[in-house]
């Protein structure tokens, strides 16, 4: 499956081995992973060993997604729905390099998601978590359109789930 999103501003595609660099760099830097509870990726080739062996797109039609800048086709991060086995939900995420960050990318790129579940995926319900702390994550769900739901306990801390419902 050959998932390509489109904005104004971004293109998103699935992962390619090609984004084992700007994935390592992105990880790597310990604001951005802040509030995720995941490690950096040891090496490039580390990086590059879990997108080979990222199955979302074909065990559930969905997964997160490159973000590449139009024009320079630099990269930028990645977002999108990716199926919660858990809880039997898509849930809504993204991640961008800092110096991204503050310029509308993660929400351009949250919206484009969320129009796509609902109107090509035909999803009745997604969500959007975060940790408490993290109001600039949170901001991104609330302009999506999502409302709060409830908050748990994850990563060592208080998070917050966030839901949008199909109109």
Known sequence: ????????????????????????????????????????????????????HYDAYAMHGRGRLTVLLK??????????????????????GFRLLRKFWNKGFATEA????????????????IIGRAMQENQASINVLKKTGMIFEKEFEAHGGICVQYCINKK
């Open 110 to 125: 949250s919206l484009r998601s969320v129009e796509f579940g609902f109107n090509e995926l035909k999803l009745d319900r």
């Open 1 to 52: 499956m050959s998932i390509i999103l489109e904005t104004s501003r971004l293109l998103m595609r699935e992962f390619r081995e090609e984004d084992a660099i700007g994935m390592y760099e992105l990880n790597k830097d310990p604001d951005v992973i802040r509030y995720t509870g995941d490690d950096p990726f040891a090496s490039v080739e580390t990086a590059r060993d879990f997108i080979l």
């Open 71 to 92: 024009g320079t086709m630099e990269y930028a991060g990645w977002c999108g729905l990716k199926f919660d086995s858990a809880s039997s939900e898509t849930d809504l």
